[in-house]
């Protein structure tokens, strides 16, 4: 069973910054594997559909941002850890929001949340105005 882990929410200020990371446990991946697999932020906000925030290829590093946080925030990986990361720099108001990773073993659409496979718990982000 894979399970995922978010870490780092908590409340900032307007034009402030926050980094979350996600950490990837509980099965042993082929480097085969590794090479399909991807993993991604969403977030979800009262009162809204959950929204594609960014995504990364595990092995290519090939990074997609919703066009929200273009700019703004920047997607990493550490393979070796199996942890993801994602650095929000220039927080606004509208980013207030509980942040989920997720990973796909393949998706063909990294913005389509219905493309991945585990899901962690997620992490409250508060940005104050």
């Known amino acids: 069973q894979v399970q995922l882990v978010e870490y780092g929410g908590g409340l900032v200020q307007a034009g402030g910054s926050l980094r979350l990371s996600c950490a990837l446990s509980g099965r042993t991946f082929s480097s085969n594997a590794m090479g399909r697999y991807a993993m991604g932020w969403f977030r979800q906000a009262p009162g809204k559909e959950r929204e594609f925030v960014a995504a990364?290829?595990?092995?290519?590093?090939?990074?997609y941002y919703g066009d929200s946080v273009k700019g703004r925030f920047t997607i990493s990986r550490d393979n070796a850890k199996n942890t993801m990361y994602l650095q929000m720099n220039s927080l606004e108001y509208e980013d207030t929001a509980v942040y989920l990773c997720?990973?796909?073993?393949?998706?063909?659409?990294?913005?389509?949340?219905?493309?991945?496979?585990?899901w962690g718990q997620g992490t409250q982000v508060t940005v104050s105005s």
């Open positions: 990364i290829s595990w092995s290519g590093g090939s990074t």
């Open positions: 997720a990973a796909a073993l393949k998706a063909s659409r990294l913005e389509r949340d219905v493309e991945y496979d585990y």
